[in-house]
């Protein structure tokens, strides 16, 4: 998948958004690279962030794969050998390494999700499993909730109500932490219309005052339990991300989430 801002490389590109906050520790071991980091500082960073493994317990060392390899072919290498493919020079592939690095428990339980499910539908067709396991681990956002009334109206698309009537109360009882490693790559270069697709925890008020890095930590766990019953796309709930206090700074005017193209009433079909 192509990346939004061409491949060029930006050694402080996770001190650009508020979205790369749980991941700055990890980025920050790239700071002063000139290039994009090689196999080796991969690897480095995998170890010590765990060392990370997959859903067997091996762990996870950056390689490639065959040219013709597909999606699928990713997932078994993962699963069988612990090989994480990364392609050089590739933000795609450096995002989903960030999002190993920071929930690797989660993204273990989606690799092992994506072989076991393999199957389940007629070739070519993805199962309703795979395919919500497929939107996560792309575009996922975790939403960390101390306030169910919160999650009510996330889940009912009253974005007005959540992010401009209630906005004191989801800075104080809400916590988004992003996902997905595509999301992650559009990050880099935000737009109107990034939406995301979200799982909720409801999590004690106790725990919204953790930095993002350790809240993640925290919460991987849990989250690793939820991608298990992942069963369809239905169980993620569409999150216009621009509209999150402080992730934007138009959102700071009430005007912006007046744009029904993107913070749209209800699902459709």
């Given at each position: 998948m192509p990346s939004p801002t061409g491949s060029a490389w930006?050694?402080?590109?996770?001190?650009?958004?508020?979205?790369?906050?749980?991941?700055?520790?990890?980025?920050?071991?790239?700071?002063?690279?000139?290039?994009?980091?090689d196999h080796a500082a991969l690897a480095a960073a995998l170890h010590a962030s765990g060392p990370v493994v997959n859903a067997a317990g091996q762990p996870l060392v950056p390689g490639t794969l065959a040219p013709d390899g597909g999606a699928l072919a990713y997932e078994r290498s993962v699963a069988a050998e612990g090989v994480l493919a990364v392609r050089s020079d590739d933000w795609h592939d450096l995002m989903n390494l960030l999002a190993w690095c920071v929930f690797p428990r989660s993204k273990a339980r989606l690799n092992a999700g994506h072989v076991a499910a393999d199957g389940a539908a007629p070739a070519p067709r993805r199962s309703p499993r795979r395919d919500a396991l497929t939107l996560f681990d792309e575009n996922g956002l975790l939403v960390a909730s101390a306030d169910?009334?919160?999650?009510?109206?996330?889940?009912?698309?009253?974005?007005?109500?959540?992010?401009?009537?209630?906005?004191?109360?989801?800075?104080?009882?809400?916590?988004?932490?992003?996902?997905?490693?595509?999301?992650?790559?559009k990050a880099r270069a935000p737009f109107i219309g990034l939406t995301a697709h979200a799982l909720v925890l409801d999590v004690p008020e106790a725990l919204m005052g953790q930095p993002a890095p350790d809240l993640a930590a925290v919460l991987d766990r849990p989250l690793a339990g939820l991608v298990d019953t992942l069963a369809s796309p239905r169980d993620l709930a569409p999150l216009p991300v621009l509209g999150i206090p402080g992730w934007w700074p138009a959102n700071e005017d009430p005007v912006f989430y007046d744009n029904a193209r993107y913070f749209r009433p209800g699902r459709h079909g």
């Amino acid at each position: 998948m192509p990346s939004p801002t061409g491949s060029a490389w930006d050694d402080r590109f996770a001190t650009r958004s508020p979205m790369f906050e749980p991941f700055l520790p990890v980025a920050a071991r790239w700071q002063g690279h000139p290039v994009f980091p090689d196999h080796a500082a991969l690897a480095a960073a995998l170890h010590a962030s765990g060392p990370v493994v997959n859903a067997a317990g091996q762990p996870l060392v950056p390689g490639t794969l065959a040219p013709d390899g597909g999606a699928l072919a990713y997932e078994r290498s993962v699963a069988a050998e612990g090989v994480l493919a990364v392609r050089s020079d590739d933000w795609h592939d450096l995002m989903n390494l960030l999002a190993w690095c920071v929930f690797p428990r989660s993204k273990a339980r989606l690799n092992a999700g994506h072989v076991a499910a393999d199957g389940a539908a007629p070739a070519p067709r993805r199962s309703p499993r795979r395919d919500a396991l497929t939107l996560f681990d792309e575009n996922g956002l975790l939403v960390a909730s101390a306030d169910p009334s919160l999650v009510a109206l996330l889940r009912g698309f009253r974005w007005r109500e959540l992010f401009v009537e209630r906005r004191s109360e989801v800075r104080r009882s809400m916590r988004f932490l992003v996902f997905g490693h595509g999301l992650l790559d559009k990050a880099r270069a935000p737009f109107i219309g990034l939406t995301a697709h979200a799982l909720v925890l409801d999590v004690p008020e106790a725990l919204m005052g953790q930095p993002a890095p350790d809240l993640a930590a925290v919460l991987d766990r849990p989250l690793a339990g939820l991608v298990d019953t992942l069963a369809s796309p239905r169980d993620l709930a569409p999150l216009p991300v621009l509209g999150i206090p402080g992730w934007w700074p138009a959102n700071e005017d009430p005007v912006f989430y007046d744009n029904a193209r993107y913070f749209r009433p209800g699902r459709h079909g």
